[in-house]
């Protein structure tokens, strides 16, 4: 068994998806006056949708679930399939790529496309000029019912020329999890994972830790 942790790394200053989107704010803070002994410790400012993410359809409906609600369980060693594409910043990634990328894809389980965009983590150009689905391709994604839908670009959908999925792919009550970091260290095209958000009540989505599990 081989574990990879395909979570992207937050730290201070990072990308953002602009405002109202906080700044994100990773910093030590002062030595407290009531502790005699020296202590170390930092402070964080950061939104939902900040680094690796899971989301429910609450970012588009308001009666769609908190993430809390997702059952833990659903989360952990759950089997997953892997598309693996290569996408120009900016480019549409189309249904054909994946159509010949994929390996068999059983209904209702978890989706991971790999753009190789992932290494750009760190760029200033992260969020402006990754690429984005075609309609017919998120549709043919969607056609197989994934419960969760997961890849390495900060956005699925094109800011200039949106695609108009949104509405199946959350409707469908499809989970999204996204950017991942390092798919290009997997090494099958099928696997396990677990994703694990932190414990917030009252948002659609929140930072995560993501493995992949090559068995």
């Not at 993430?67 to 189309?94: C, D, G, Q, R």
């Not at 996204?178 to 396990?192: D, F, H, K, N, W």
């Amino acid at each position: 068994m081989r574990v990879l942790d395909i979570t992207g790394p937050i730290y201070d200053g990072m990308w953002t998806y602009g405002p109202p989107y906080p700044d994100v704010v990773v910093e030590e803070i002062p030595q407290p006056d009531f502790i005699a002994h020296a202590t170390y410790s930092w402070r964080f400012e950061l939104g939902a949708q900040t680094g690796t993410y899971l989301e429910t359809s609450l970012h588009v409906d308001r009666n769609g679930p908190q993430l809390i609600e997702v059952p833990v369980e659903k989360l952990l060693m759950f089997p997953a399939a892997v598309i693996k594409v290569e996408a120009e910043p900016l480019a549409p990634i189309s249904r054909e790529q994946l159509i010949a990328a994929a390996p068999e894809i059983n209904h209702g389980e978890a989706i991971v496309v790999g753009t190789g965009w992932g290494r750009k983590w760190h760029d200033a150009d992260f969020v402006t000029n990754c690429p984005y689905f075609e309609a017919e391709a998120m549709h043919w994604i969607l056609d197989h019912e994934p419960w969760l839908m997961a890849g390495d670009q900060p956005r699925f959908d094109s800011w200039t020329h949106p695609q108009g999925f949104w509405d199946r792919f959350f409707g469908q009550g499809t989970l999204l999890l996204a950017p991942l970091y390092g798919l290009e260290q997997i090494t099958v095209s099928r696997g396990r994972m677990v994703a694990l958000p932190l414990k917030i009540t009252e948002t659609c989505a929140a930072p995560c830790r993501v493995l992949f599990i090559e068995e």
